[in-house]
């Protein structure tokens, strides 16, 4: 399983529940999941660093000259389970995802999945 760590304080199980989700649903859904994840929780944002991400066919096509190929079918991974990967990390922090954005880059070998939380409501009284 890929090594995690959290940014603040007091939240780490929280950023390791969500790197795990994360690597766990990436590793099912494109066969092998990064070696490494780090999740970063900042107020209503949260993003997950993930490295190490291609599978051996995608490195095959980024030394072919075809990284186009791969960030293409990477874009299409993460369309694809974007609804599980917002479903884990409401479930995991019991506030909703507004927003989801995922990118990927060939050199080095990074993705970067974030989640935009609505805000928190005060409590009133």
């Known amino acids: 399983m890929a090594s ?3 940014e603040h304080p007091g ?3 929280i950023a390791v529940a969500i790197s795990n989700a994360v690597v766990r649903l ?3 859904y494109t066969g092998r999941g990064p070696t490494r994840a780090r999740t ?3 107020d209503d944002l949260i993003t997950v660093v993930l490295q190490d991400t291609m599978t051996k066919g995608e490195r095959s096509l980024v030394r072919d000259g075809r990284s ?5 079918t990477r874009e299409a991974y993460q369309c694809t389970m974007s609804n599980d990967l917002i479903a884990a990390v409401q479930d995991i922090t019991n506030r909703t995802v507004t927003a989801f954005l995922s990118g990927n880059h060939i050199d080095p070998d990074i993705a970067i999945e974030s989640f935009v ?3 928190q409501h005060a409590p009133t009284g």
């Open 40 to 42: 970063y929780l900042q």
């Open 117 to 119: 939380l609505a805000p």
């Open 11 to 13: 939240t780490g199980s």
């Open 4 to 6: 995690t760590q959290d």
């Open 68 to 72: 186009d190929l791969v960030l293409t």
């Open 26 to 28: 990436m590793s099912e």
